[in-house]
């Protein structure tokens, strides 16, 4: 395992644990969802453990709906001190949208609230997807810093409760913003990216750098607008991927991976 290189002071992965998880209700009335548990640990650990093994040193989680909990679980790094488990740890640092502004933020909105500590480029995941197959590697994001592209997307094949996807895919890699009545196949945005930090300023977006305000935003507009800019490039996720959205979800998913 190689370490990846730190920018000082700065994450290179986001995690996104902020949402209500309201379609996982009850479940997520006394338990953010992102700590809900998949095969004996929580969603959001699978990603910081995949983290972990490919090297990288510092990641930022943003939080809003039982926040508290998910600092108070995982500390300021992963695996915990005095585990003993790795030799590189992964340290934690946090968004608290709630603390500061009473609610979640959306995606764009919290990303922007959270870039001061985020690294130029940086790897943006949702905390309730499980990916586990995903290793985080050094190689892309060389790649992608190399590019000058704003955004790289891992796609997949659309589930059934995406059925007609979000994004379409060119030939040579970029993602498309595809009007609704234009040919060519749509796949579904899997939630997981590279980011650069140019990509959440003018003219993408137009919040004011770190947020002060607390600015609800999502994320899909900048993106269609970066795309359309040709500031996108994607690829396409054959691998296992759920997004863990509902508790029939969540059921099926502990069903067949015990199975």
Known sequence: MTSAPAAPGRAQAMVLAAGRGE????????????LLDVQGKPLLQWHLDALVQA??????INTAWLGEQIPARLGDCWPPAGSGAAQIRLELSYSMEARDFGGALETAGGI??????????????AGDVYMPGFDFPLAAMQRFAASGKLAHLW?????????KGDFGLSDQGLA????????????????????????FAAPYCDIPAGNPQGIAAPLAPLLRSAMDAGQVSAEL???DWTDVGTPERLAQLNQQLSS
């Open 23 to 34: 379609r996982m209700r009850p479940l997520t009335d006394l338990t953010p969802k992102p």
């Open 55 to 60: 090297g990288w040193r510092q990641a930022l």
């Open 112 to 125: 922007v609230r959270a870039l001061p500590g985020l690294a130029d480029c940086f790897w943006l995941v």
């Open 155 to 163: 796609l997949v094949p659309n589930p059934a409760h995406n059925p």
């Open 176 to 199: 498309l913003n595809l009007a609704a009545d234009a040919p060519g196949p749509r796949y579904t945005y899997s939630t997981l990216g590279l980011y650069r930090r140019e990509c």
């Open 237 to 239: 996720w054959l691998g």
